[in-house]
């Protein structure tokens, strides 16, 4: 093969794979995305909601589905809020808030993607534990530029090392489980 042909050849996959790259765009969360956790206790029902949430995705379109290439999820402790200062305190200090200010989830692997459900592996980390977590999650394109992620996970916070606090010397127990329901947006950054 001639010299000419083999430079012709590797600029050819130099600039394919350079568009491909340019295709990826970078999606915010948007203000209005939500997420609440939820789980009870000997006493009552009880529920916090999250205030900031801050994160990325790298997503390159194919037609009208998005496939995620790079996702980081960031959720400050201190903006887990109840309707009660001494909740949100026992957050806090479950949480380890002073050591570990933040709780991350970061995407390994998306194992699957139809036209309105992704299922995705990724590392979530709680008060300094790392766990993996298989999740399932609801799509739509809501504008061009715009992705609306709708769903809802149950842990245990046991698996994070985290002992379920309790309240009035010890009479009062919150369970275990939790659940995390979200409806997070994405918005194309400018």
């Known amino acids: 093969m001639k010299p000419i042909q083999l430079y012709a050849i590797f600029f050819t996959f130099l600039f394919a794979f350079t568009l491909n790259g340019w295709a990826q765009t970078t999606y915010r969360i948007a203000e209005e995305s939500k997420m609440v956790i939820k789980g009870t206790s000997t006493l009552h029902d009880w529920e916090s909601k999250v205030t900031e949430l801050e994160g990325e995705a790298q997503i390159e379109m194919k037609g009208q589905q998005p496939h995620f290439q790079q996702v980081t999820l960031t959720v400050p402790v201190k903006s887990i809020k109840s309707e009660y200062e001494a909740m949100d305190t026992n957050t806090f200090n479950a949480l380890q808030e002073e050591e570990y200010p933040t709780i991350q989830f970061t995407l390994n692997e998306i194992e699957s ?78």
């Open 113 to 190: 993607i139809s036209e309105k459900e992704i299922k995705a592996t990724g590392d979530l980390t709680v008060a300094g534990n790392t766990q993996p977590i298989a999740v399932s999650v609801e799509y739509e394109m809501t504008a061009p530029d715009q992705i609306s992620l709708k769903g809802s996970h149950a842990l245990k916070m046991t698996d994070f090392g985290i002992e379920p606090p309790t309240a009035v010397f010890g009479t009062i127990e919150t369970s275990d489980e939790i659940t995390v329901d979200y409806t997070l947006q994405l918005s194309a950054a400018n």
